[in-house]
T-cell receptor, first 118, second 112 residues
């Protein structure tokens, strides 16, 4: 079964420092990977996705993610954190059905709270 | 603003009752997804519709049902509500099953 793991419940970083939010996955077939961010009392906002191609994916608000097939990881990164980046971050993988292949269903990790301190 | 709208924003009801949550997808999106977010279960996929037809089903309870109408809006019906159904319910939409999903602001359901 497909799964996603975010090993850290919380990541703390000082403003201006680089940040990394970790994600590992387990899938059958090719992984379709996503990062979303959730601010308090808001819906999830799409940040970026990996379908195929370059292992370094650039997304919204200066975020990027590195796909590593051998380590089955898709870590979210940003060179310089902002206080406004403080939020809940979710990694997700598209589900794979052995009958029909990729479905639309997203399987989410448990989320990582990013705290950026001034 | 994702372009996905959900109503109502908040819903407070009693156990045993039935409620309907409504979602309007982004203009042009054919797929609608429903997710439940709770503290103990995290974000869980419930069901997907594509252009009016059910496309994928998650661990959706039999007390829950959904449909997508010809104008592509969707409704999630929750019946015989239990305390444990209290959660945030999100609707998302995408152009197709292979595209990123855009989420609405959610409906917070409280069952007392």
């Amino acid at each position: 079964a497909q799964s996603v793991a975010q090993p850290e419940d919380q990541v703390n970083v000082a403003e201006g420092n680089p940040l990394t939010v970790k994600c590992t996955y387990s899938v059958s077939g090719n992984p379709y990977l996503f990062w979303y961010v959730q601010y308090p009392n808001r819906g999830l906002q799409f940040l970026l996705k990996y379908i195929t191609g370059d292992n370094l994916v650039k997304g919204s608000y200066g975020f990027e993610a590195e796909f590593n097939k051998s380590q089955t990881s898709f870590h979210l990164k940003k060179p310089s954190a902002l206080v406004s980046d403080s939020a809940l971050y979710f990694c997700a993988v598209r589900d794979w059905d052995h009958g029909s292949g990729n479905t639309g269903k997203l399987i989410f990790g448990q989320g990582t709270t990013l705290q950026v301190k001034p | 603003d994702s372009g996905v709208t959900q109503t109502p924003k908040h819903l407070i009801t009693a156990t045993g009752q039935r409620v309907t949550l409504r979602c309007s997808p982004r203009s042009g999106d054919l797929s609608v997804y429903w997710y439940q977010q709770s503290l103990d279960q995290g974000l869980q996929f419930l069901i997907q519709y594509y252009n009016g037809e059910e496309r994928a089903k998650g661990n959706i309870l039999e007390r829950f049902s959904a449909q997508q109408f010809p104008d592509l809006h969707s409704e999630l019906n929750l019946s015989s509500l239990e305390l444990g159904d209290s959660a945030l319910y999100f609707c998302a939409s995408s152009l197709g099953g292979y595209n990123e999903q855009f989420f609405g602001p959610g409906t917070r359901l409280t069952v007392l």
